[in-house]
Structure formats: structure tokens, C-alpha cells
Nanobody, 124 residues
Framework: QVQLVESGGGLVQAGGSLRLSCEAS????????MGWFRQAPGKEREFVAT????????YYADSVKGRFTISRDNAKNMVYLQMNSLKPEDTAVYYC?????????????????WGQGTQVIVSS
């Protein structure tokens, strides 16, 4: 079955950076669009970034545009989220997600496989 394992979360001061990683298995990774989502306490899960199968199309939530960068390495079955200029409002559990399509998507419902999440805490 599909497994997505996130890593790289942690505690960082505002203005700092973190790089999240997601290792995928059990799927044809190079045929799968990937996404990052996040969920803060008491809030719904929200879209952060998405990337198509070959990395040529990327989309970001307005709240992270210019600060976060999504990338992938199909040879390693990995997707990354580089997060710079972090703000306290970026504090959340971050989830990696995969969909059975090559096309990037911002919709949570389009992703059928999810990781367990990694906690990011940004202190002010």
C-alpha cells in the first residue's frame, strides 16, 4: 500500500527556515502529483503547495507564496517543502499527500494518500 513518511518538522524562531521531506513508497511516484497541506489546532486542513508529476507546474497558497518552495526528486521518490521566513501563523501539522494523477491540485479531496504529519512550531 501507499506509504508517505514526512520528516523535518520542529521548533524554529520566526524568520527562520525548515525543510520538510516526504518519502513515498507503494506507488508509481513519477506518475503522481504531490501536495503539502497543513492543519493548525482548531482549524480545518488547508492547502499549502502542490507539484505535478515532473515538477514543471507548482502552485502555492497565497499565505506562503514567495516564502515556501515545493520540489521533488523522482529518482528518490521524495518531495520537499522548503519553508523560509517562517511566521508564527505557519505553526501547524504538515501533511504530505499523493494523488493518482499527474496533474497538480489544490483540493484536499483530490488526494487519496496521506502521511502521518510532521509538527512545525514557529515561536515569536
Amino acid at each position: 500500500q501507499v506509504q508517505l513518511v514526512e520528516s523535518g518538522g520542529g521548533l524554529v524562531q520566526a524568520g527562520g527556515s525548515l525543510r520538510l521531506s516526504c518519502e513515498a513508497s507503494g506507488l508509481t511516484f513519477s506518475n503522481s502529483a504531490m501536495g503539502w497541506f497543513r492543519q493548525a489546532p482548531g482549524k480545518e486542513r488547508e492547502f499549502v503547495a502542490t507539484i505535478n508529476w515532473r515538477g514543471s507546474s507548482k502552485y502555492y497558497a497565497d499565505s506562503v507564496k514567495g516564502r515556501f518552495t515545493i520540489s521533488r526528486d523522482n529518482a528518490k521518490n521524495m518531495v520537499y517543502l522548503q519553508m523560509n521566513s517562517l511566521k508564527p501563523e505557519d505553526t501547524a501539522v504538515y501533511y504530505c499527500a499523493a494523488r493518482i494523477s499527474m496533474l497538480a491540485s489544490q483540493a484536499t479531496a483530490d488526494f487519496g494518500s496521506w502521511g502521518q504529519g510532521t509538527q512545525v512550531i514557529v515561536s515569536s
